[in-house]
């Protein structure tokens, strides 16, 4: 991916450092990665949201706690040096000039998101998060959060490598913003709140997800028009990527088998289905998976 071709977003802002080493207790114990690991373990078999039981949590600490991020930081761009840094702006830089022109056809205008940088957790509007939850999107301060040992993670413990699989992350967090400005998520919030199902393989959680995945491909579309920088085996990077982040191939790795009722993102197949479907035509009005009937 000649990724060096995108226009740097000015809308990145680095918070790495500004918080502890690990979530810390009374005692001055901090809580590992193996049972952060396994608190998101319990919300995918359970259903619950793993940012709000690391919240409750949070909640919960001692009158000793590791400083933590807020997520507003100072407001720093990241060093001119950062590769890594640099990536990221490219494609967010990339993600606005899209999503500007699609908004203007429709008559509407595009606000752009904030992507904040944080190293180890983070406070944002929607309360505590670790990375261990990896890469996440606020509603309540149309925020992207992003920890990018992630990336390594991706290619260490999943198999996804490339910086197309990485923009593709990148891109599917910004898809959940463009849900936001839409009223997608405060209609799919508003359900919840009259009981509606939530998770589960056919829930609304997935549908929420694979929309985003979709508008992901809508995004890669048009990049590529634009830009015509992707490279031999670029997409195919994508969608490995979608593939190993599926409920289903997630939940056989992490607790030897499948639990479709505790669905929250969309198995393996669906997540390559969706991102496919966005990146055919490049035409957002293929990406309503809230009337599919198959997903």
């Not at 226009?7 to 680095?14: G, I």
């Not at 009374?26 to 319990?42: F, M, T």
């Not at 509407?108 to 939850?133: E, H, W």
């Not at 799919?188 to 199902?197: L, M, P, Y």
Request: some cysteine; proline content about 3%; overall charge negative.
């Amino acid at each position: 991916m000649q990724w060096r071709k995108g226009r740097r977003s000015d809308n990145v802002v680095d918070a790495r450092g500004e918080g502890g080493g690990g979530m810390r207790f009374g005692g001055g114990k901090g809580l590992s990665i193996g049972a952060i690991l396994l608190i998101v373990g319990i919300g995918w078999i359970t259903g619950q949201d793993p940012l709000q039981i690391l919240g409750q949590l949070a909640g919960q600490m001692g009158q000793q706690s590791a400083p933590v991020s807020t997520g507003t930081g100072t407001g720093k761009a990241p060093p001119v040096n950062d590769e890594q840094a640099e990536f990221v702006a490219s494609i967010l830089g990339d993600t606005e000039d899209t999503w500007r022109a699609i908004f203007a056809q429709g008559g509407r205008q595009y606000k752009d998101p904030t992507l904040t940088l944080f190293s180890g957790q983070i406070n944002s509007a929607c309360g505590f998060a670790s990375s261990a939850v990896g890469p996440f999107y606020c509603p309540a301060d149309q925020k992207v959060y992003l920890d990018m040992t992630f990336f390594r993670e991706m290619e260490q413990r999943f198999a996804a490598a490339g910086d197309f699989a990485q923009a593709y992350v990148i891109a599917h967090e910004v898809g959940h913003h463009v849900q936001t400005l839409l009223g997608v998520s405060a209609k799919v919030q508003a359900a919840r709140q009259r009981g509606e199902r939530m998770e589960g393989d056919n829930g609304l959680l997935v549908r929420q997800e694979l929309q985003a995945d979709c508008l992901a491909g809508v995004w890669a579309f048009q990049a590529q028009q634009r830009l015509n920088w992707l490279e031999p085996g670029d997409i195919e990077e994508a969608l490995n990527a979608a593939n190993a982040i599926g409920d289903d191939r997630l939940q056989q790795q992490g607790q030897g088998r499948v639990v479709p009722d505790s669905f929250t993102h969309g198995t393996s197949q669906q997540r390559v289905r969706w991102f496919k479907t966005g990146f055919a035509k490049g035409d957002i009005n293929q990406c309503d998976t809230f009337t599919a009937r198959a997903l």
